[in-house]
């Protein structure tokens, strides 16, 4: 599985804005991948990891329920970069949506947008795609306040879990009515929100940043090919076999061609190699009995020590926390979203509904039986 990215200027944003919450910077990134003097580096991607990573110990530092709509409903326009241009300047909210569906790639792969219409009206769900880091429930809702704040007053926001939640507070900030539960979270749009004409919309700006943006959208395609063909010869390799010059032979290119090519995308090969050695590991621990030393083995690790830190690290939860609850159903983790830094599982269903997300055809150096 391709390590997903997500946009640098929506991760500083966010981290920016957690600051504005009253959150200490340097206790929300201390020890994350990629932070230098606390913040990303302003290059177009970043793994995304290390941003839900944040969100997690956003939620064990503040304790405010609300902080993921009070972080999203206050982002600047810079955080959604040529997508906020393009929403802004189409002609009604209805072609923004469109407009928001075709180029949300563009700012993270950690999501998707999708669309239910009935009689003129529609529904906009957001669905997570699977990470070894999951998606905390303040990250969602810091997603679903930035669009509404973007546009007219929807009808209804639905979020996730928390049925105990207070709903006053949250409607305060959003200004519209909001409801908990949900298996997803969702934004719905009358008619009329939909077909109004947006006051000083300029087609012009509008179709100019178009253009700009199709041109990102092929650039992080033929990337994201790119980290694909690095991952499936990493497989193919197993992680004995597989390093930088390996793998630069099996996908054609020198290595540093490579390098240079990954670092465009926005990640590199030691954060793919271990993406792999982590998607390995959490499947190993949830679907099966394999021993810790047995799987860090098995995986590249030296030392049983040095794969449970590794997890740790990643995950955010030992490898014996992860077996431990390895019995929890994997939907009601994935749809609540309410256990902080917690890995899913991965199941053949996940391969089908996420972007970028498939199963990873376990090479012979992986065998456990």
Known sequence: MAALTVASCWSNAILDGLERQGLERTRLTLGVRG????????????????????????RLLSGDPLLGVKVGSALPIHATNVIA?????????????????????????????????????V???YKPNWDTVSMDVLHTDAIIACFVASGPKPTLVQLVGRPDADQASFTQILKCDVCFGARYASIDYDAKALNAIRSGADRSLCDINIAYAETLLGTLRRMD?????????????????????????????????????LSSAGTSFSALFEAYRMGEALIMLSETDVGLSRIGHLL????????????????GLTPRQ????????????????????RPLPRTPSDAAGASRTRLVKRPRSLSIV
């Open 322 to 341: 992860i077996r431990k609850q390895r019995n929890t159903e994997v939907a009601g983790i994935r749809d609540t979203h309410l256990t902080l830094g």
């Open 35 to 58: 932070i230098v003097d606390g913040r990303f580096p302003d290059t177009s991607r970043i793994e995304l990891s290390p941003t839900r990573t944040i969100w997690g110990r956003a």
């Open 300 to 315: 590249g690790y030296s030392e049983a020590s040095t794969f449970s830190r590794a997890v740790s690290q990643w995950c």
């Open 123 to 125: 529904q906009m769900l």
């Open 225 to 261: 090919a790119l980290c694909q063909r690095v991952q499936a010869a990493i497989a193919k390799l197993g992680p004995g076999a597989a390093n930088i010059e390996s793998v630069a032979r099996e996908v054609a290119c020198s290595p540093r061609t490579l390098q240079r090519r």
């Open 85 to 121: 241009v393009i929403t802004a300047h189409s002609p009604t909210f209805g072609e923004a949506i469109q407009r928001l569906l075709r180029y949300q790639t563009l700012l993270s792969e950690g999501g998707q947008f999708t669309t239910q219409s009935t009689q003129g009206a």
